[in-house]
């Protein structure tokens, strides 16, 4: 397993940032890449045999998503499912307060920065110091006026498991649109159906990148692309034929397998997280203890740069992160950050996110070489001051 110091198998540990796509994925999507190619929109036979193929894969999401299939648009993944759900419900409502949390994705939060900036006024709701939301400042940020609530289901970075359903209701007492980021919670937890709008990627969930879905209440949104009349109006352009198909086949997966594989991730992310604090000297677990995602571990090792770690890991052949992969700053992470970690020590941190394939093998080989690193990190100069 491990030889002369380095690992000789790749040990990918970044799942949170995307996933292995499932052979099972694969072979149902290259039909559409070889043979089935027309255009969805074609009226001709081969136009049909695809717009088929689409219209069974709003079958298999809305399965998952426990939805209707007329409530399924299907996208190029996360980032443009979040910015047309909050972009375009926003187009159907003249309201100008809107509601957030410190901790979203960047595509999410971003977003509102942007709608402040263009007149919009923006409450940014806090989370406690196990990084979930503070459901009194929430309350108290629902306003008369408020017109959208955009909260993810579980966060990206520390996988800290959000309070949908109290959020939702107390939303829609005020009549107030709501919006989750469900991407990193797909596939890992029950997702709440009384959403108006819910953004998933297919990529992290076993199935390929460039395909998502924003499944959308019907007369919530208006588009904000021109083009066709694809998608209800709502999202023009061609369909994805082969990603869509992958991504309905990933849905299917999950729901087949999923009752199966979570128990065992949250077994060996327990055995992870226990082995790293048993072994491991003044490091920090960021998020809750329990009340996380099953495949997600956030670990500050103090006085080690996380990013030197990661390198240092990478040269074995482990693969982590060290936060958001769609982060593109140097400095601290915002979500630590928000939950009253210092930054020195946020930059300090590493993110491992397991899958349905991460073997107990693969966990002890991790317990087995990350000690010594960090304590040599420490012994010889390569840590910093916290």
């Known amino acids: 397993m491990v030889k002369e110091g380095i690992f000789m198998e790749r040990l990918y540990l970044d799942n949170a940032a995307s996933t292995k796509v499932d052979p099972a ?17 074609s ?6 045999e695809a717009k088929k193929a689409v219209d069974d894969a709003k079958d298999q999401v809305a399965e998952l998503l426990r939805s209707s299939r007329d409530e399924i648009i299907f996208t190029s993944g996360g980032t443009e ?3 047309l759900a909050i972009l375009g419900s926003l187009e159907a409502s003249k309201g100008k307060h809107l509601v ?6 960047p595509s999410v939060y971003n977003c509102f920065e942007h709608l402040a900036e263009k007149g919009y006024e923006v409450t940014f709701v806090g989370v406690n110091e196990d990084g979930i939301i503070d459901l009194d400042e929430y309350a108290r940020a629902l306003r008369d006026d408020t017109v959208l609530v955009s909260m993810m289901s579980a966060n990206n970075e520390m996988g800290a498991v959000q309070p949908i359903e109290d959020m939702v209701k107390a939303a829609h007492e005020q009549n107030i649109l709501f919006h989750t980021d469900a991407v990193q919670a797909v596939g890992q937890i029950t997702l709440c159906k009384e959403v108006d709008m819910l953004s998933i990627s297919s990529h992290k969930i076993y199935g390929p990148k460039g395909a998502g879905v924003l499944k959308v209440r019907e007369g ?4 904000i692309m021109k083009g066709g009349a694809h998608q209800q109006g709502l999202r023009p352009g061609t369909e994805n034929v082969p990603g869509i198909v992958g ?6 997966l999950i729901n087949e397998q999923m009752d199966e594989y979570i128990p065992r991730i949250r077994k060996l992310r327990d055995k992870l997280i226990q082995g790293i604090l048993g072994t491991v000297p003044d490091v920090r677990l960021n998020g809750h203890p329990t009340h996380r995602l099953p495949n997600n571990i956030n670990i500050s090792f103090k006085g080690v740069n996380g990013s030197l770690l990661l390198r240092r890991l990478s040269e074995k052949g482990i693969f982590v992160s060290s936060g958001s992969a769609c982060n593109s700053s140097d400095g601290p992470s915002r979500t630590l950050l928000a939950m009253g970690i210092t930054p020195s020590l946020a930059n300090c941190s590493l993110r491992l996110s397991l899958s349905k394939w991460t073997t107990e093998k693969e966990i002890d080989s991790i317990l087995e070489i990350l000690p010594d690193l960090v304590k040599n990190a420490r012994m010889f100069g390569e840590a910093i001051h916290v």
């Open 81 to 83: 499912s979040n910015n």
């Open 247 to 252: 991504l309905g086949k990933a849905c299917v």
């Open 100 to 105: 957030t949390s410190k901790i979203e994705h």
């Open 220 to 223: 919530v949104l208006k588009s």
């Open 43 to 48: 009226s001709h036979n081969m136009g049909r």
């Open 25 to 41: 994925v694969v072979k149902a999507m290259l039909p559409f890449l070889s043979e089935y190619y027309g255009n969805p929109s």
